[in-house]
């Protein structure tokens, strides 16, 4: 990203040279740190290991590190700062993923620049640090795809109440986020009937993990490049690897499944939930097994609440899932996405 932005920089210089207007660039932004600057982008821009350790950005870096995905060499930092008496102000923070999707109906993927999050530090101008930040993310999403076919997408953490006003320019509402957390019976006794979910291998291409993985279909999803792949992870206390889990009928055939996202040390982390109609009852029996399989006391389940899947699965007249006690909420997280050289369809 540091020698996207020194190239971005370069041309932007030349062509306000040749129309007689040069923009004056601290020698301190190429001389004393490798930090560089944009003519539309306020301050300097640090990348990496140019950025000085302090107690956010530790955090940050603690917690990518924890990360298979994040911590393979294709998750960048950047932090804008501007030089204030003597030394460089911190002024926002972001995080940037470069990696592939599979769009829903779609085998083929495309290029794909995340924004992992992005988080203004100068509190008193907190909305228009935050606007810096998402312009950021646009040039270096359109010097990444270079001119391809591929998708920018956006992370908000504080999304407001109204996610559509995120879709601003040719941005688009994704997802918005909500969780349901169960708390799984204690008891063993009083466990309902066990069930044997199954593991699909989704790099063989099997007939079996094929007619499965139809349901995922339906979604967006993340293909990681080749240096971001990663094996079947096995939680620290269960034995509950990450990845897609279905059910089977007598036939053979799925009747319902999930993803499991991550196994926290207490509570399981699942997304992607279906059930084939008329099976919803098996999902509840497929969740509770795997949560007892990892040892968690609770399950957590993200999704989108739009999503008619979940509304029957999760809704307000769905079956009771096993448990003693839930809740659900917003999480105040939405997602956006810029097509960039794709058709309409």
Request: aromatic share 6%; hydrophobic share 40%; charged share 20%.
């Amino acid at each position: 990203l540091h020698q996207a932005i020194t190239r971005m920089l370069a041309c932007q210089l030349a062509r306000a040279a040749c129309n007689g207007r040069p923009r004056p660039c601290s020698a301190a932004a190429f001389c004393i740190r490798r930090a560089t600057s944009l003519p539309q982008i306020p301050g300097l821009i640090c990348t990496n290991k140019e950025i000085p350790d302090d107690l956010l950005v530790s955090r940050v870096r603690r917690w990518a590190a924890t990360s298979d995905r994040l911590s393979k060499g294709t998750f960048d930092l950047l932090q804008i700062a501007e030089p204030t008496d003597g030394r460089l102000a911190p002024r926002a923070l972001c995080g940037l993923l470069r990696t592939q999707v599979l769009l829903a109906g779609s085998d083929v993927p495309v290029k794909a620049m995340v924004t992992v999050f992005y988080r203004a530090r100068d509190y008193l101008n907190r909305e228009f640090w935050e606007d810096q930040t998402k312009r950021l993310s646009d040039i270096l999403a359109a010097e990444y795809l270079g001119g391809e076919r591929g998708v920018q997408i956006m992370v908000h953490h504080n999304a407001p109440a109204w996610a559509l006003g995120l879709e601003i320019g040719d941005h688009r509402l994704l997802a918005e986020f909500e969780v349901l957390h169960i708390l799984g019976n204690p008891w063993p006794g009083w466990h309902g009937h066990s069930v044997e979910p199954e593991l699909l291998d989704t790099t063989s291409g099997g007939s079996r993990s094929n007619s499965a993985l139809a349901h995922l279909r339906n979604f967006h999803r993340l293909h990681p490049l080749e240096n971001e792949a990663t094996h079947a992870k096995e939680s620290p206390g269960g034995k509950v690897p990450q990845g897609y889990y279905v059910l089977r009928d007598g036939a053979g055939q799925p009747t319902c499944g999930l993803e499991v996202l991550a196994v926290l040390p207490s509570r399981l982390v699942c997304g992607a939930i279906w059930a084939a109609e008329g099976c919803e009852g098996d999902f509840g029996a497929l969740l509770d097994t795997l949560r007892r399989r990892a040892g968690r006391p609770m399950c957590s389940i993200l999704a989108d609440p739009r999503d008619t899947g979940w509304q029957r699965l999760c809704g307000p007249t769905a079956q009771p899932l096993p448990g003693i006690w839930r809740s659900k909420r917003r999480l105040g997280a939405a997602v956006t996405g810029a097509p960039i050289g794709l058709e309409a369809e």
